[in-house]
């Protein structure tokens, strides 16, 4: 069976038209597409351009239409190209496509104006069809690697053939033999081809756009999956018919501590997710009602039975004609628990805001106005928040605090370098007005702080101060009067302590010229040294009084040396003991062994705290005993007086320590019981020196113990140097030294009698004088090389004459230059300064020791003097001969006992250790514990026996 071409040819119209109207539908039903839209152009065109090429074979037409017929289905095939590289994202080739499109038709056209030459006419078409499917065959393989890969590579091949075809067919059209004429069978070819190629394309054109919808539909349902897996709230979905969860994400069961199989397949009910029932029963009602829920806030219970609570938003959705609901979950567990803080932070904000009598407040420095204060506003100057915010800064703020704060202000805002609200706190005091007109003072405290918006503002405290000034007005007043009382209390023990250094500077001066006697007897001598002994502890005690101002002035201080802990306790024993036994009370002193010889402290404290203590247990004890204890460890010294005594009150323990305390014991004594500043005053110093004094008594009529704790320190391990060897005596100036004038200026003929018969014996010419004026015209007329210069002195003071001097030797350059050595037993306050100041040239306090003077001298005119060696009383070479102990030993050991002389009475035990060991071992156990009254009772008791043995 043969088909004519023209059937052929109508076939083809009509497979055009159809794949036309195909494509069409495509694009109308896939407008978010571009390329379906230019293919359904492309087909048209085609078809279009077919359709006249069938007419022109039927029908004689004009050649122009002939040159269009073929442009048409040129252009028509550009359409098509144009719409793939659309359809797979090519922005660009609209302008490539309006080139080809006119070089098409320009082409035809030119053929029909040249003449009619079918060949060419043939060929033509075929290039272009051929050139453009090629085209759109290799923009189609370059999306093989993309899903749609099988329908590409489909539309490729279907391209490829049909350019190879037209191809062929140009080259056919030039190797025909009569190539003005088409063989037959190409035509049929042609036909056959073009249907093929056109359904065919148009099929796969049509299968790209729906696999292209099946991507992106496939690309929607995974990025669907991928949210509702990824969102961090609970999402469900569940069948409204039985609340069945049918699908749930990571968040469900992070946040109820179910996993998904375990919730799929049941219901909230099952897993007891509602706290409340009716919390669900209000949902479902929403959800029937109006088919959805938003914000719904319930109680969510976890797999642990912990409550979080939630926000529940849901929406009802048909699948598969079933209703289902689509829920979200979101915890809000975190937000209220930051909301209930923010609320009580709030709360306790405004409890601050309104019942703080310091008034909180925001101003505007750019506005010049203030944006808040707290309600306390009212309680300073008399005006409401409301009120106060609506006054200007006049109204309640004098006019010098306004250009006071203004000024600081204007400064933070324009000269500050750096961030302000960096800036330190700018504090000041400043006077307000008083809705009544009182002037209230107030102090503030501003900084820059920024608002909610980022906005500069000053952040104030103000507080009102006016009770403070006030405060401040009476304690400088009390300050003044208490530093008035203060110099006149200094002024006083100057004057008392002046007093009472004159007497005992005469006691001591004297007592050491009467000490150079060679005539005095041994026992006489010892007594001297026994009267130098206790002066010497009388000018300690003097010298602490002195030392308490220096206490309530803060300007004492710790002056440690060496000190030797068993003469100390020895001098005790010897101070105290009379007074024991005056009381009928033993005084137990002991050392223990491990007390090394010599410890470095602050003796004159260290006595003066034992002398208070020691005193305190003698005074409130009536029988029994009292103990001194010297005790150590490795790192701390222990001095423990502990007694029989009336007992202290726990309760009034805590307090013992305070000035001015006196328990019930103090007010049951005698009256000579002090005003309580004792044992404060030892606090105080145990302190200074690094210490502690502690107390501790079991109750009234228990006794009492008190523990004196010292930092143990020994020369060894410390920088101080021991005491050097006693000082030598100077006799008198060497005979080859010249005569130096001395002149002595002293108002009190027992001081100036001292140091004149001092400086007489040592070889120096001596004047004296009793008043300032007297020393002037000495001092002019006789020139003395040295001036001892008494401070206080008639007519004229000390101070004075030295200035005047100083000031005469200035003018008068003849005149010799006296060094000038000021004396006075005043020593409070800067005496030792002012004196240097005046022009002397040395403060020497009363009393003074001779070898000061002799210092002195030595230091300021270089003299050179002739020095006795030191006698040192030897120990009798035997202590024990036929008729018991030697009366030399005995002598010796009895003068050892009176002075308490503890290495003399150590080496005399240790002469008759070999011998009488068992005398040797209780003497020396007498010894150690400062039992003097037992050594000195076993001497009576062995001369008695030694003399009625001699009288046998």
């Known amino acids: 069976m043969s088909v004519d071409l023209l059937t052929l040819s109508i076939a083809l119209n009509l497979a055009n038209l159809l794949q036309s109207a195909a494509l069409t539908g495509l694009a109308l039903a896939n407008r978010d597409r571009v390329g379906p839209v230019w293919w359904a152009a492309g087909m048209g065109v085609l078809a279009a351009g077919l359709i006249l090429t069938t007419l022109r074979d039927v029908a004689l037409l004009a050649l122009e239409l002939h040159a269009i017929s073929n442009a ?47 060949p060419l006419r043939r060929i033509l078409f075929s290039v272009v069809v051929a050139l453009v499917s090629m085209l759109i065959a ?4 370059r999306e093989l690697r993309t899903d749609t890969r099988p329908v590409v590579l489909f539309l490729a091949i279907v391209f490829l053939v049909n350019s190879t075809f037209f191809a062929l067919r140009a080259v056919a059209s030039v190797a025909e033999s009569d190539w003005l004429t088409v063989s037959p069978p190409w035509q049929t070819a042609t036909y056959l081809v073009a249907i093929a190629t056109t ?43 039985d609340g069945v969860f049918v699908k749930v994400n990571h968040g469900f069961t992070t946040i109820s501590g179910y996993s998904a199989d375990e919730a799929i397949g049941k219901d909230a009910l ?29 109680d969510f219970r976890r797999r642990d039975g912990t409550f979080r609570t939630c926000i529940l938003s849901s929406q009802v959705v048909m699948i598969r004609g079933v209703p289902h609901a689509i829920s979200i979950v979101h915890d809000i567990s975190e937000r209220k628990r930051m ?47 409301a009120e106060a915010l609506d006054l200007p800064l006049s109204a309640f703020l004098k006019p010098d605090s306004i250009q006071h704060v203004k000024t600081a202000l204007d400064y933070m805002l324009h000269e500050w370098e750096g961030e302000l609200t960096n800036a ?34 000053v952040l104030g405290v103000a507080r009102d101060i006016t009770a403070r000034k006030q405060t401040e007005i009476e304690l400088r007043l009390a300050r003044q009067q208490a530093e008035a009382a203060n110099r006149a209390k200094s002024a006083f023990l100057a004057n008392v302590s002046h007093e009472l250094r004159t007497p005992l500077h005469a006691v001591l001066g004297f007592a050491q010229l009467m000490s150079r006697d060679d005539n005095l007897t041994a026992t006489q001598h010892e007594y001297l040294a026994i009267i130098n002994r206790n002066s010497e502890h009388l000018l300690h005690l003097i010298n602490e009084v002195l030392d308490l101002a220096k206490i309530e002035s803060g300007r004492y201080t710790y002056t440690p040396n060496p000190l030797d802990v068993r003469r100390l306790l020895a001098d005790l024993q010897a101070l105290f003991g009379p007074q024991a036994e005056a009381k009928q009370l033993q005084l137990i002193v002991t050392c223990e062994e491990q007390v090394p010889p010599m410890i470095v402290s602050d003796e004159a404290k260290i006595r003066h705290i034992l002398i208070n203590l020691l005193g305190n247990a003698i005074k409130f004890t009536h029988g029994g005993s009292v103990r001194l204890r010297a005790d150590t460890d490795k790192q701390q010294m222990y001095f423990i007086v502990e007694d029989t005594g009336v007992g202290i009150s726990p309760l009034e323990q805590p307090y013992l320590f305070r000035p001015f305390f006196q328990g019930k014991q103090t007010a049951n004594a005698s009256s000579d019981t002090g005003v309580g500043l004792g044992l404060s005053i030892s606090y105080e110093f145990a302190r200074l020196i690094g210490g502690d004094l502690s107390v501790y008594s079991a109750g009234e009529g228990q006794g009492a113990r008190f523990t004196l704790t010292l930092p143990l320190r020994t020369p060894v391990t410390s920088s101080f140097v021991l005491p050097a060897e006693p000082v030598k005596r100077a006799i008198q100036v060497r005979a080859d030294q010249p005569v130096y004038r001395m002149l002595v200026a002293d108002d009190q003929p027992t001081h100036a009698l001292l140091l004149i018969s001092l400086l007489r014996r040592l070889g120096f010419a001596v004047q004296s004088v009793t008043d300032g004026e007297q020393a002037l015209a000495v001092w002019r007329e006789w020139q003395p090389h040295m001036i001892w210069l008494d401070l206080r002195m008639p007519q004229m003071d000390g101070l004075t004459v030295a200035r005047q001097i100083r000031a005469i030797c200035a003018t008068e350059p003849g005149l010799l230059q006296p060094v000038i050595i000021a004396l006075s037993a005043h020593v409070l306050g800067d005496t030792a300064a002012s004196v240097l100041a005046a022009g002397c040239d040395e403060f020497l306090a009363k009393p003074f020791p001779e070898h000061e003077v002799v210092r002195l001298i030595e ?84 001369v008695s026996s030694q003399t009625v043995d001699r009288v046998v």
């Open 859 to 942: 230091q300021h005119l270089n003299v050179q003097f002739e020095y006795a060696s030191v006698v040192i009383r030897e120990v009798p070479e035997t202590a024990i001969h036929d008729q018991g102990y030697h009366p030399a030993w005995c002598q010796a050991l009895r003068q050892a006992v009176q002075v308490a002389h503890f290495q003399r009475l150590q080496e005399l035990v240790g002469m008759i250790e070999d011998q009488r060991p068992d005398d040797a071992r209780q003497l020396r156990n007498w010894i150690e514990t400062f039992d003097y009254e037992a050594v000195r009772q076993w001497l009576d008791r062995l």
């Open 339 to 385: 909301e209930e803080a923010l609320r009580r932070s709030d709360a306790r904000y405004r409890l601050i805001a309104e019942n703080t009598t310091d008034v909180i407040w925001l101003y505007d420095p750019f506005k010049s106005q203030f944006t808040f204060f707290s309600p306390s506003i009212e309680k300073l100057i008399g005006y409401s928040a």
């Open 199 to 241: 359904t065919l394309w148009t099929f796969g054109l049509i299968l790209l756009v729906n696999q292209e919808l099946v991507n992106r539909q496939h690309e929607a349902v995974q990025q669907l999956e991928q949210i509702f897996a990824a969102q961090p709230d609970a999402v469900l979905l569940s069948r409204l018919t």
């Open 270 to 298: 099952t897993l007891n997710l509602w706290r409340s029932p009716e919390d669900r029963r209000r949902w479902a009602e929403i959800m029937r009602r109006e088919g959805a829920c938003s914000g719904m806030e319930f």
């Open 72 to 118: 048409l289905v040129g252009i028509g095939m550009l359409l098509l190209h144009y719409g793939v590289c659309r359809f797979f994202g090519d922005s660009g080739g609209r302008r490539w496509f309006w080139l080809a499109g006119g070089l098409i038709v320009a082409a035809n056209l030119m053929l029909v104006f040249t003449g009619d030459a079918p």
């Open 138 to 141: 290799q923009r189609l393989l």
């Open 424 to 457: 330190p706190p700018w504090t000041a005091e400043i006077d307000l007005i008083h809705r009544d007109g009182q002037i209230v003072q107030a102090e503030i405290v501003t900084s820059f702080v920024r608002d909610e918006e980022g906005q500069l503002m």
